[in-house]
């Protein structure tokens, strides 16, 4: 499960719009942060997770995060300053075996898009020419339909979907998304027919009775992923914050729990923002998390890079520099020489003496990215002055990623495991650290 939020320029204190988001995946399911360069192309078909679509003649740079194993991304911006972030819903229309994936339309409309509309508008064609589907599982059966959050440095679109139906909302300040519909009667576009066939399942009386999210939501589903508790607590913090909106604000969201007095992995539950997977009610972790301030020029995008943002340190990433080498392509099974790895590998340290050590560890993340984001914020305008280069960008996001491998290196050797009261929850990760070779 997912959350993602924006706040365009008018709502934040930086300028320009922010865009957030948390990806959440089956514990053992690496996330993979990748830079991938502007190229050209003379094939004709471009291979997806599943299915071919037909290729373009050049792809932008875009920074991505997605799970190992996918063609498609969780999350990525490009070097337009577009960002894009998918959720998975559930609707009561037939979900396909085959089909693009929401990740590999947000992958292709980030490669193809110098703008939210235009990133918007091809997620929409590729929806109805190709179709969504496709296994989202790495390890079982995972069938869902798709919501977008689609952002630039100017304006901001929802795109939610129910197999080839869809409907848009232009976002006035701040939105937030999650693992539910959440577009009621607020949408400037919809696909042919949407309306009409709600009426004929007999969903709704007519158009003034009609609500996309209503008509079209699986209520059981929709209610076991917790998306609307989530999305009305991400929507509420943004609008508590509106006008002083900066990547401290962002940072604190997606870092949220239910509660945070006391709070342990153990206890978590479906209504936290940062996830911590628990059981078979609770399968899902936060893989990774990217908040993204979507300057006109030179934007920066803080990404973890790691799971559990909660105790992960946010790295600045920019265009013109990219990333630094951060080991082996983690997959998954541990390995050492992985940087997404060795931070999880703190992670589960920490399954039960969290309360003991996270506030520390907050605490010593905390002074880290506030000299970093100082430190970005002053190297971006030094470089769009002509004062400082590329070089001196990557240095930063090296030192950042360096010396958050410093902080888990530190709090791995020193942390102590403690044992748990949860019979269920310790054999639960006994069964995924067996599994992932820990």
């Known amino acids: 499960m997912c959350d993602t939020i924006v706040a365009l320029p008018a709502a934040t204190g930086v300028g320009a719009t922010i865009f957030a988001k948390n990806s959440d995946r089956e514990p053992n399911e690496a996330q993979l942060l990748e830079y991938v360069p502007r190229m050209e192309h003379d094939e004709d078909e471009v291979q997806c997770t599943y299915i071919k679509v037909a290729s373009v003649k050049q792809t932008y740079a875009v920074l991505l995060s997605r799970p190992y194993w996918m063609w498609g991304a969780e999350m990525g911006v490009n070097e337009f300053g577009v960002a894009i972030g998918n959720e998975a819903v559930f609707t009561k229309l ?104 709600a009426v004929e399942r007999g969903w709704c009386k007519d158009e003034r009775d009609f609500s996309f999210a209503k008509c079209y939501s699986d209520r059981f589903y929709t209610a076991v992923a917790k998306g609307r508790y989530r999305q009305r607590f991400t929507q509420s913090a943004l609008e508590r914050r509106r006008g002083g909106i900066d990547f401290s604000a962002a940072a604190s969201i997606m870092r949220s729990h239910s509660f945070e007095e006391g709070y342990s992995p153990a206890k978590g539950s479906m209504k936290d923002v940062c996830m911590h997977a628990g059981g078979l009610t609770r399968p899902s972790q936060t893989a990774g998390s990217m908040i993204a301030v979507l300057y006109e020029r030179c934007p920066i995008v803080w990404v973890t890079g790691t799971s559990s943002p909660c105790i992960s340190l946010y790295k600045p990433f920019f265009f013109e520099a990219g990333l630094p080498d951060l080991g082996p392509k983690p997959g998954g099974r541990y390995d050492h020489e992985s940087y997404w790895w060795r931070h999880e590998k703190l992670q589960r340290l920490l399954l039960h003496s969290y309360p003991r050590y996270a506030p520390r560890i907050r605490s010593e993340i905390s002074a880290a990215e506030a000299d970093l984001v100082k430190r970005a914020e002053q190297l971006r305008l030094s470089y769009l002055d002509g004062e400082a280069d590329a070089g001196e960008l990557a240095s930063l996001t090296k030192q950042a990623f360096e010396m958050g491998a410093s902080i888990d290196g530190k709090w791995l050797s020193s942390a102590k495991p403690e044992r748990g009261f949860n019979p269920a929850y310790a054999v639960y990760w006994f069964r995924v650290n067996r599994a992932a070779g820990l």
């Open 94 to 197: 037939p979900r396909e075996r085959v089909g693009l994936t929401g990740m590999d339309m947000l992958r292709l409309a980030l490669e193809r898009s110098r703008s939210a509309s235009e990133a918007l508008r091809w997620i929409i064609s590729l929806l109805e020419e190709y179709g969504q589907g496709g296994n989202c599982s790495a390890t079982g059966k995972l069938y869902y339909h798709n919501s977008f959050i689609i952002a630039d440095p100017h304006e901001a679109w929802v795109l939610e979907t129910a197999g080839r139906f869809w409907v848009a909302e232009k976002v006035e300040e701040v939105r937030s998304i999650s693992n539910a519909l959440s577009i009621e009667r607020s949408w400037q576009m919809a696909s042919k027919g949407v309306v009409e066939y």
